[in-house]
């Protein structure tokens, strides 16, 4: 059940003085030795004395994405690139790439939190592993390589693309875990019924870890409806590693390991701290990173923290799913929505499928105009009329989103497929 059972069933009070011990070493650790820390905290007025317990970390300003962008490339690592054992680069999703770098011990941080969570999830040596992220500068792939080596799983290093050659090695090699972006299982489970492959009864496919992007509770129920896997949820950004962290069994939020993360929840606009259940922007400090020091990092993204037990027995915080970034969030005649939204809303409609698209555009008298392009799921299409599915799906977008689109339902394999982060939104207003 455990994989390092000493910190898993810690206490809450035996992790929050873990956590304090290791705060303090590490904001010392990073005024000493990073540049952009020391001259951070000295305009803050603050030393690394001042920081002695857990509340004390609110005194330390934050860190953001621009800093890193400010420093790039290599302007914030605390040490000589000589100790720097590997480099990765972010996707860029909102701008120009940003590097991180880590040192071997780093790296056995970084692994040894997601193989953590790997085994929380269920997955043991016997399990084989398909691991189509993206191997490269992209975190993804090398991340989920060396943990489920570190389990002892048998890894096959398939990265991403080529989606029939995925789908003969998950048949023939007995895959029973796989990993990739949620929009590209979907896309995968479209091909295998394509190719006449049953991934419920031709493969021993049983779980997979999907993540790097925002998808919903619905499109989870999807996944696992169709293929019988269990869908895990998995989270994490370049800065604070890669994918790094991750569900449980009982698939109830994401945990963050107290002896390596203390994560905050803040309002964006203000930075103050919010309380447990308030929605508001993920702020990350990993504890004992060496190279790239992350102290109150801003992850930009969207959710909640639960502090309460889970289930599983593990006092470690867990956050709710993330709704998205606050930069994915587009604001349609002056309501304001997230993708992740449309998609919930969309996947309560049983008669479009998964795949769907957001253009945003003007009128003639210059007002927003949001459509929403959906393909009709493929087991309905000679059986019902597309104006009455676009009908059905407006309403329903109208009561989630308090905008009203327009709604296209459009022929299966029509909008654009994914083999990373699927781009969902088109903004044309912007050019
Ligand atoms: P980039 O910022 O260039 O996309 P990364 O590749 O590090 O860099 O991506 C990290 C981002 O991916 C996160 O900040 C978050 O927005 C998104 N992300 C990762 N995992 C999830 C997840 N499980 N749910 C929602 N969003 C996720
Ligand atoms: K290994
Ligand atoms: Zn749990």
């Given at each position: 059940?455990?994989?390092?059972p000493?910190?898993?069933?810690?206490?809450?009070?035996?992790?929050?003085?873990?956590?304090?011990?290791?705060?303090?070493?590490?904001?010392?650790?990073?005024?000493?030795?990073?540049?952009?820390?020391?001259?951070?905290y000295d305009?803050?007025?603050?030393?690394?004395?001042?920081?002695?317990?857990?509340?004390?970390?609110?005194?330390?300003?934050?860190?953001?994405?621009?800093?890193?962008?400010?420093?790039?490339?290599?302007?914030?690592?605390?040490?000589?690139?000589?100790?720097?054992?590997?480099?990765?680069?972010s996707?860029?999703?909102?701008?120009?790439?940003?590097?991180?770098?880590?040192?071997?011990?780093?790296l056995?941080?970084?692994?040894?939190s997601?193989?953590?969570?790997?085994?929380?999830?269920?997955?043991?040596?016997?399990?084989?592993?398909?691991?189509?992220?993206?191997?490269?500068l992209?975190?993804?792939?090398?991340?989920f390589?060396?943990?489920?080596?570190?389990?002892?799983?048998?890894?096959?290093?398939?990265?991403?693309?080529?989606?029939q050659?995925?789908?003969?090695?998950?048949?023939?090699?007995?895959?029973?875990v796989?990993?990739?972006?949620?929009?590209?299982?979907?896309y995968?489970?479209e091909?295998?019924?394509?190719m006449?492959?049953?991934l419920?009864?031709?493969?021993?496919?049983r779980?997979?870890?999907?993540?790097?992007?925002?998808w919903?509770?619905?499109t989870?129920?999807?996944?696992?409806?169709?293929?019988?896997?269990?869908?895990?949820?998995?989270?994490?950004?370049s800065?604070?590693?890669?994918?790094?962290?991750?569900?449980?069994h009982?698939?109830?939020?994401?945990h963050?390991?107290?002896?390596?993360?203390?994560?905050?929840?803040?309002?964006?606009?203000?930075g103050?701290?919010?309380?447990?259940?308030?929605?508001?922007?993920?702020?990350?400090?990993?504890?004992?990173?060496?190279?790239?020091?992350?102290?109150r990092?801003r992850t930009?993204?969207?959710?909640?923290i639960?502090?309460?037990?889970?289930?599983?027995?593990?006092?470690?915080?867990?956050?709710?799913?993330?709704?998205?970034?606050?930069?994915?969030?587009?604001?349609?005649?002056g309501?304001?929505?997230?993708?992740?939204?449309?998609?919930?809303?969309?996947?309560?409609?049983?008669e479009?499928?998964?795949?769907?698209?957001?253009?945003?555009?003007?009128?003639?008298?210059?007002?927003?105009?949001?459509?929403?392009?959906?393909?009709?799921?493929?087991?309905?299409?000679d059986?019902?009329?597309?104006?009455?599915?676009?009908?059905?799906?407006?309403e329903?977008?109208?009561?989630?989103?308090?905008?009203t689109?327009?709604?296209?339902?459009?022929e299966?394999?029509?909008?654009?497929?994914?083999e990373?982060?699927?781009?969902?939104?088109?903004?044309?207003?912007?050019?």
């Amino acid at each position: 059940m455990y994989w390092n059972p000493v910190v898993e069933k810690m206490s809450k009070s035996e992790l929050n003085e873990l956590q304090e011990r290791k705060l303090r070493q590490t904001v010392e650790f990073a005024y000493r030795y990073s540049e952009f820390y020391r001259k951070l905290y000295d305009k803050a007025g603050v030393k690394p004395e001042d920081i002695k317990s857990l509340e004390d970390l609110e005194k330390l300003p934050f860190v953001k994405k621009q800093d890193l962008r400010d420093n790039y490339p290599y302007g914030m690592f605390a040490v000589p690139l000589k100790d720097v054992v590997r480099i990765h680069a972010s996707s860029g999703t909102t701008g120009k790439p940003t590097v991180t770098g880590y040192t071997y011990s780093d790296l056995e941080l970084w692994t040894e939190s997601l193989a953590r969570g790997l085994y929380s999830a269920g997955v043991r040596r016997e399990d084989v592993i398909q691991n189509a992220y993206g191997y490269g500068l992209f975190t993804g792939g090398l991340g989920f390589h060396y943990a489920a080596e570190k389990i002892g799983a048998t890894v096959i290093p398939a990265s991403s693309g080529n989606t029939q050659r995925q789908i003969e090695l998950m048949r023939d090699l007995g895959t029973t875990v796989i990993c990739c972006t949620p929009s590209y299982m979907v896309y995968l489970a479209e091909y295998a019924e394509k190719m006449g492959v049953s991934l419920r009864d031709d493969t021993k496919l049983r779980m997979g870890f999907f993540g790097a992007e925002p998808w919903s509770e619905e499109t989870r129920k999807r996944i696992e409806e169709k293929t019988g896997i269990d869908a895990i949820n998995v989270y994490g950004t370049s800065e604070i590693s890669g994918p790094v962290v991750t569900e449980c069994h009982e698939k109830a939020g994401i945990h963050f390991w107290s002896d390596i993360f203390i994560i905050e929840v803040i309002d964006p606009e203000t930075g103050e701290r919010l309380g447990e259940g308030e929605k508001g922007e993920l702020v990350v400090t990993v504890l004992g990173k060496e190279a790239l020091p992350m102290i109150r990092w801003r992850t930009g993204d969207i959710t909640a923290i639960i502090e309460e037990k889970c289930n599983c027995g593990r006092w470690h915080p867990r956050i709710e799913r993330i709704v998205g970034r606050a930069d994915d969030m587009f604001i349609v005649r002056g309501v304001n929505v997230f993708p992740s939204q449309v998609e919930y809303a969309l996947m309560q409609v049983k008669e479009v499928s998964e795949h769907y698209q957001i253009v945003l555009d003007r009128d003639e008298a210059g007002l927003d105009v949001m459509t929403v392009l959906v393909e009709i799921n493929p087991e309905y299409k000679d059986k019902v009329s597309y104006e009455d599915v676009r009908k059905k799906v407006t309403e329903t977008l109208k009561s989630y989103l308090n905008v009203t689109p327009k709604v296209e339902i459009v022929e299966p394999e029509t909008l654009p497929r994914f083999e990373g982060k699927a781009k969902r939104v088109i903004d044309k207003r912007k050019v």
